[in-house]
């Protein structure tokens, strides 16, 4: 994920400044959010939570993630449900850019990935889709051609949403 929004938001915010701290899983964030968030100093700072659902409860896990972020209460937390994956299989013309795939753009048409955000297994779907998938190449891939005003992956738009207002925050 951190590989992905590294690329794909400074050339569709640009200049926004931002830092993307990564954690080793889901424990490590659940653990040290709390403290991170309240040891930070920098004045005006925006915090965005972000996590995977991995086939969890997207309500529920959006709720307990709020109350670990009591230390800054205007902390927005956002939930890429099922997997990042999902938000890829959002943009089927952006696919298959990345991939150099012409049937790829099709996958609108197809009932099951026309709310992508309910493909329960995304990155499995894709490794099916196209067969030399990985994870970080993709994320590359990716960053460089996903349209945000194309893509129908709600949590994916929901991301946007949340950059674009706190970027409007901090420039305020």
């Known amino acids: 994920m951190k590989v992905f929004l590294e690329s794909f938001l400074p050339r569709v915010f640009r200049g926004l400044d931002f830092i993307c701290i990564m954690h ?3 424990s490590d964030l ?3 959010i709390r403290r991170k968030l309240q040891a930070w100093r920098e004045p005006g700072a925006r915090f965005i939570v972000l996590r995977d659902n991995d086939g969890g409860d997207c309500g529920a896990l959006k709720r307990h993630l709020i109350s670990l972020c009591c ?3 205007d902390t927005t937390v956002r939930i890429a449900c099922q997997e990042l994956e999902a938000w890829y299989l959002g943009d089927p013309e952006a696919l ?3 991939f150099d795939d ?3 753009a099709g996958l609108a048409r197809q009932a099951r990935f026309r709310e992508p955000d309910r493909v329960q297994r995304p990155s499995q779907e894709l490794q099916r889709l196209v067969p030399s998938f990985q994870k970080v190449a993709a994320a590359r891939r ?3 051609v996903m349209d945000p005003h194309r893509n129908r992956s709600e949590s ?3 991301l946007i949403d949340a950059v674009r207002r706190s970027s409007l925050r901090y420039a305020s």
């Open 96 to 98: 298959s850019a990345a």
């Open 142 to 144: 990716m960053a460089a």
């Open 156 to 158: 994916f738009r929901a």
């Open 71 to 73: 230390a800054k209460p």
């Open 24 to 26: 080793e899983g889901k």
């Open 102 to 104: 012409a049937n790829l």
């Open 30 to 32: 659940e653990r040290s």
